[in-house]
């Protein structure tokens, strides 16, 4: 018998949050018939930690494969990995998804860690798995400066997208090239176990699924993780492809709504038709990310499409108030496209949730105060449009230069220091779970923000925020939506933002859901 895969999600989310693990389903499509695995999700699992090692125990296994994103999970991930390695030293453990990717050097540099899995991971776990019995189990040493991820480490040289360790030297295979998700086989849902226990209530429905179709994006904006990890690339599949997956969770497990993770559905609009037709066959309220001058140039026949489609909300990026910062930020779009989305949601009964980027690093306080009056004339034009305010957060780049080099090189994202004059970034996964770190690549906080600052856009988002109630929430009672609504009007009209202490006050008894911190 085929020896076994671990794949194991690490706790991050609220259980009102909670989604179906697109990573691991998509790692699972691939092994089967090939590996035995198990997922376990410490999102539904409380005692994660205890599941893993249980099921290391039970069998052969041949790899735990732990997905990790920046931010919260990167603590879990750890205890579970930590708890492996002392109880099993000679199973290799691998960390794959956005936070080996983009933070390699440091992700490796730890001695419960053997491989990193950097980019799309299918075809790179499974060339792994073929090496691993030649490789042999790690080699820990007594630091992790003479440690190596395997006895025989030669046969790990030729699987792209793999970042290892060689008697301490760290070693980055070169980078795999992104294929299709249409080339890889349909999510095996069954492998969570009760797939229902996942379609959680939301604003659009009582089950809400979720679903990826698409892959990337060809922009290349500096603050986007999502540029760190594709590169400018995007890949769509066949429209027939989505519709299958669809027709699955709605017709098999009773989804009815559904929530797009793509990481920008709206590429173009030639290839956002056959998608928009699908989904208006699909028939389900459904919530999407679109990028502002791409909407604001559909056709009307497009719009039209788009509501027969039943779009219900739509994560756009505005980040901005400045055609200038959006150009520093390379966003590629401009205020104009902004003002314009926002009035053809309202047309086509669409609400826009509009992300904002404040504080960037050259003129912080004065392009907040511009942000806080390009919000309000938003307001005016749609005033359902959801407001999510961050702060602004470099995110590792590769070098320009090297885009379109030689492809047995890696190219590695790269970020010296956190803004223009530091700090340096963490140099192992137990520095990213410090508060500050976990602040700053959360965006919510950075460095060159003095406390005022700080304050003055918690205070102006405590009253927008009751002024404005999300519409995703749908657990605040009507009474108290309408309480908060009524006590941050006049400070709201007035431009009063300072010190809101009765809002804060109301809201102790009134559990008002923010969006920046619990978006759908």
Same mark, same amino acid.
């Given at each position: 018998?085929?020896?076994?895969?671990?794949?194991?999600?690490?706790?991050?989310?609220?259980?009102?949050?909670?989604?179906?693990?697109?990573?691991?389903?998509?790692?699972?499509?691939?092994?089967?018939?090939?590996?035995?695995?198990?997922?376990?999700?410490?999102?539904?699992?409380?005692?994660?930690?205890?599941?893993?090692?249980?099921? !290391?125990?039970?069998?052969?296994?041949?790899?735990?494969?732990?997905?990790?994103?920046?931010?919260?999970?990167?603590?879990?991930?750890?205890?579970?990995?930590?708890?492996?390695?002392?109880?099993?030293?000679?199973?290799?453990?691998?960390?794959?998804?956005?936070?080996?990717?983009?933070?390699?050097?440091?992700?490796?540099?730890?001695?419960?860690?053997?491989?990193?899995?950097?980019?799309?991971?299918?075809?790179?776990?499974?060339?792994?798995?073929?090496?691993?019995?030649?490789?042999?189990?790690?080699?820990?040493?007594?630091? !992790?400066?003479?440690?190596?991820?395997?006895?025989?480490?030669? !046969?790990?040289?030729?699987?792209?997208?793999?970042?290892?360790?060689?008697?301490?030297?760290?070693?980055?295979?070169?980078?795999?090239?992104?294929?299709?998700?249409?080339?890889?086989?349909?999510?095996?849902?069954?492998?969570?176990?009760?797939?229902?226990?996942?379609?959680?209530?939301?604003?659009?429905?009582?089950?809400?699924?979720?679903?990826?179709?698409?892959?990337?994006?060809?922009?290349?904006?500096?603050?986007?993780?999502?540029?760190?990890?594709?590169?400018?690339?995007?890949?769509?599949?066949?429209?027939?492809?989505?519709?299958?997956?669809?027709?699955?969770?709605?017709?098999?497990?009773?989804?009815?709504?559904?929530?797009?993770?793509?990481?920008?559905?709206?590429?173009?609009?030639?290839?956002?038709?056959?998608?928009?037709?699908?989904?208006?066959?699909?028939?389900?309220?459904?919530?999407?990310?679109?990028?502002?001058?791409?909407?604001?140039?559909?056709?009307?026949?497009?719009?039209?499409?788009?509501?027969?489609?039943?779009?219900?909300?739509?994560?756009?990026?505005?980040?901005?108030?400045?055609?200038?910062?959006?150009?520093?930020?390379?966003?590629?779009?401009?205020?104009?496209?902004?003002?314009?989305?926002?009035?053809?949601?309202?047309?086509?009964?669409?609400?826009?949730?509009?992300?904002?980027?404040?504080?960037?690093?050259?003129?912080?306080?004065?392009?907040?105060?511009?942000?806080?009056?390009?919000?309000?004339?938003?307001?005016?034009?749609?005033?359902?449009?959801?407001?999510?305010?961050?702060?602004?957060?470099?995110?590792?780049?590769?070098?320009?230069?090297?885009?379109?080099?030689?492809?047995?090189?890696?190219?590695?994202?790269?970020?010296?220091?956190?803004?223009?004059?530091?700090?340096?970034?963490?140099?192992?996964?137990?520095?990213?779970?410090?508060?500050?770190?976990?602040?700053?690549?959360?965006?919510?906080?950075?460095?060159?923000?003095?406390?005022?600052?700080?304050?003055?856009?918690?205070?102006?988002?405590?009253?927008?925020?009751?002024?404005?109630?999300?519409?995703?929430?749908?657990?605040?009672?009507?009474?108290?939506?309408?309480?908060?609504?009524?006590?941050?009007?006049?400070?709201?009209?007035?431009?009063?933002?300072?010190?809101?202490?009765?809002?804060?006050?109301?809201?102790?008894?009134?559990?008002?859901?923010?969006?920046?911190?619990?978006?759908?």
């Amino acid at each position: 018998m085929a020896k076994k895969v671990i794949l194991v999600n690490p706790y991050m989310s609220s259980p009102r949050s909670v989604r179906l693990p697109l990573s691991l389903l998509a790692l699972g499509a691939v092994l089967e018939g090939r590996y035995e695995y198990q997922i376990v999700d410490g999102n539904v699992d409380s005692q994660a930690a205890q599941t893993t090692l249980n099921a !290391v125990q039970a069998g052969d296994t041949a790899l735990l494969g732990v997905t990790v994103m920046p931010g919260p999970q990167v603590a879990p991930a750890i205890e579970i990995s930590r708890a492996v390695r002392q109880a099993h030293p000679q199973v290799p453990i691998a960390w794959g998804g956005y936070f080996p990717t983009l933070y390699p050097d440091s992700s490796i540099n730890a001695p419960y860690v053997d491989y990193l899995v950097r980019g799309q991971g299918e075809d790179t776990l499974l060339e792994l798995l073929e090496c691993l019995p030649e490789a042999g189990p790690p080699r820990p040493g007594s630091a !992790v400066s003479d440690s190596s991820s395997a006895r025989n480490s030669g !046969v790990l040289r030729d699987v792209r997208g793999l970042t290892w360790k060689d008697q301490g030297q760290i070693v980055h295979n070169p980078e795999r090239p992104f294929r299709p998700p249409d080339q890889y086989p349909h999510y095996p849902y069954e492998r969570v176990g009760d797939v229902g226990s996942y379609l959680r209530p939301s604003f659009m429905g009582r089950r809400t699924a979720v679903h990826q179709a698409a892959i990337g994006c060809r922009y290349r904006c500096t603050f986007c993780g999502v540029v760190s990890m594709f590169n400018g690339h995007t890949s769509l599949p066949a429209a027939q492809h989505t519709h299958e997956a669809l027709h699955t969770l709605s017709s098999r497990y009773g989804a009815d709504a559904l929530q797009l993770y793509d990481h920008n559905f709206f590429d173009k609009e030639k290839t956002s038709i056959p998608f928009l037709e699908v989904l208006a066959k699909v028939k389900m309220p459904w919530w999407c990310y679109a990028r502002a001058d791409t909407l604001a140039k559909f056709s009307t026949s497009t719009w039209e499409l788009i509501r027969r489609s039943r779009l219900k909300m739509a994560y756009i990026g505005a980040e901005a108030a400045s055609d200038s910062v959006l150009k520093s930020m390379k966003k590629g779009t401009k205020v104009e496209h902004t003002f314009e989305t926002a009035r053809l949601c309202r047309h086509y009964g669409v609400i826009p949730e509009f992300s904002f980027v404040l504080g960037g690093p050259q003129d912080p306080e004065g392009e907040i105060e511009n942000t806080f009056r390009f919000i309000r004339r938003l307001k005016k034009i749609h005033p359902e449009c959801e407001v999510i305010l961050y702060f602004y957060s470099p995110t590792p780049q590769r070098d320009p230069a090297r885009r379109k080099a030689d492809r047995q090189e890696a190219r590695i994202p790269l970020l010296k220091t956190y803004g223009p004059e530091g700090p340096e970034l963490p140099t192992t996964p137990e520095e990213w779970t410090q508060p500050r770190w976990l602040n700053y690549v959360c965006h919510q906080d950075a460095p060159w923000l003095s406390p005022r600052m700080r304050q003055r856009v918690r205070d102006f988002s405590s009253v927008l925020y009751c002024r404005y109630p999300t519409a995703q929430d749908h657990s605040t009672p009507r009474w108290g939506k309408s309480l908060l609504r009524n006590l941050a009007r006049l400070r709201y009209s007035a431009g009063l933002y300072g010190h809101p202490w009765e809002l804060r006050l109301a809201r102790s008894f009134i559990p008002l859901r923010e969006p920046q911190r619990e978006s759908l």
